[in-house]
């Protein structure tokens, strides 16, 4: 990939992921969750603490993915990292699907498979974006623009 060139494929994983986020927020509304923990008040202010501060974090992973696939200088090790974090986020979200499937009632269990393309997918933008950022052994990778004449 050429010097400053922005990551399409990574900035469309980043807007999934964001999407996934604010979905998220709407979740517990849009299933009613609080109406079966009435009788729990802490039961239901732990679960919607939780899916709120867990939408939270998908949503600044993904703002932080965007930046990263936008960004000229995005081969920092830091950047690497916020990747492999949000990729890694994806690759469990898939593998506890597979082995924790959600309990769909049996006309909709055909919706497994695209509850489980989500993660595959958006893992799959992740590694790709990775593996170009991936700077040979021993090398540095100098984010600045070359000066004025092409000398520097």
Known sequence: ????????????AGILTCGMALYHFWLPIAFRWGDALAEVPMLH???????ACFSYLLLAGGAATIAIALEPGRRERAGRWVLMAMAGFWLFNGAYQVFIPMPL???????????????????????????RRRAPSGTTVDPSPPAPGGIG
């Open 1 to 12: 990939m050429r010097r400053g060139a922005s990551d399409w494929g990574l900035a469309v």
């Open 45 to 51: 202010w732990g679960l919607f603490i939780i899916n």
């Open 105 to 131: 009632p049996q006309r909709m269990a055909g919706l497994r498979w695209g509850f489980l393309a989500f993660p595959a997918v958006v893992v799959l933008l992740y590694g790709l974006a990775l593996a």
